[in-house]
Nanobody, 122 residues
Framework: QVQLVESGGGSVEAGGSLRLSCAAS????????LAWFRQAPVKEREVIAR????????YYTDSVKGRFTISKDDIKTTVYLQMNSLKAEDTAMYYC???????????????WGQGTQVTVSS
């Protein structure tokens, strides 16, 4: 069964940190791209970071560069997103997704987790 399960969201004050986890079933993890998306109310879902599970290549959108770090554990088939220096505009539902091609469009990702809410107060 393909499964992605996010955890680690919560409410923090601006400037704080959170670490999100995405526990992936092996069939969703191997030879794939794992990405973190977020979606705020009335906004489109956007990719913020991704990593190739085989090649280790990472991507970050400009708004999180220098603040967020994506990492992976191949043994645990888990991907993490360390979020530092959080801002109010980071408030969103955060989703983990798995896909073959590693692009930025949500349509390229076949499997999605349930999401975890991140709320940052200013």
């Amino acid at each position: 069964q393909v499964q992605l399960v996010e955890s680690g969201g919560g409410s923090v004050e601006a400037g704080g940190s959170l670490r999100l986890s995405c526990a992936a079933s092996p069939d969703a993890y191997v030879n794939n791209y794992l990405a973190w998306f977020r979606q705020a109310p009335v906004k489109e879902r956007e990719v913020i970071a991704r990593v190739g599970t085989s090649n280790g290549v990472t991507y970050y959108t400009d708004s999180v560069k220098g603040r967020f770090t994506i990492s992976k554990d191949d043994i645990k088939t888990t991907v993490y997103l360390q979020m530092n220096s959080l801002k109010a505009e980071d408030t969103a539902m955060y989703y983990c997704a798995a896909g073959e091609f590693g692009g930025s469009s949500p349509r390229l990702y076949n499997y999605w987790g349930q999401g975890t809410q991140v709320t940052v107060s200013s």
